[in-house]
């Protein structure tokens, strides 16, 4: 029973810890950072549910929570993609702030968006001097659990191998 815990709590560190950088050292989000957090609150409900059922629900609630985390992983991935310059962002929240239409001060103020927003294609490093973004570094976490939960799912989840 405790495997199913331990994801739960491996699967909400993950946006837990992205709020924590937003606090220090400061790391503004961007709307795909964003969109990244919310699979892996699902794969924590469901690894829960799967801690408290016993047999093949709690295994098949697992292996929810592991696709959950890989949702999370393909978003990351399509981060690191538009990072990249590879694709474009398919979200509109990703381009960066326009100046507007506006043809006075007040025009201009108005139309700027109420909390600043950092576009989706500058890369936010965590570590200085590793080449590897955020949304680099949730995409090899993700892939990593995911991969972990789902071959421990078919297993018994009893024990902490």
């Not at 794969?43 to 295994?59: D, K, M």
């Not at 381009?95 to 700027?112: I, N």
């Not at 490093?125 to 949730?138: C, E, K, R």
């Amino acid at each position: 029973m405790a495997f199913p815990f331990l994801i739960a709590a491996l699967s909400a560190a993950a946006p837990l810890l992205a709020m924590g950088f937003e606090r220090w050292p400061g790391l503004a989000p961007c709307a795909l950072c964003l969109w990244q957090r919310w699979p892996y609150w699902v794969a924590a409900a469901l690894a829960l549910a799967a801690g408290l059922l016993p047999g093949v629900a709690g295994r098949w609630l697992l292996r929810g929570a592991a696709l959950a985390v890989l949702a999370s992983g393909g978003i990351a991935l399509l981060h690191v993609g538009v990072e990249q310059g590879w694709w474009p962002s398919p979200l509109p929240a990703c381009l960066a702030p326009g100046v507007g239409t506006g043809t006075s001060v007040d025009d201009l103020l108005r139309d700027l968006a109420p909390r600043p927003t950092k576009p989706c294609d500058e890369p936010a490093y965590l570590i200085p001097g590793l080449p590897l973004s955020v949304a680099t570094m949730n995409l090899i976490y993700a892939l990593l659990l995911a991969g972990w939960t789902f071959r421990r799912a078919g297993r018994d989840t009893g024990g902490m191998r």
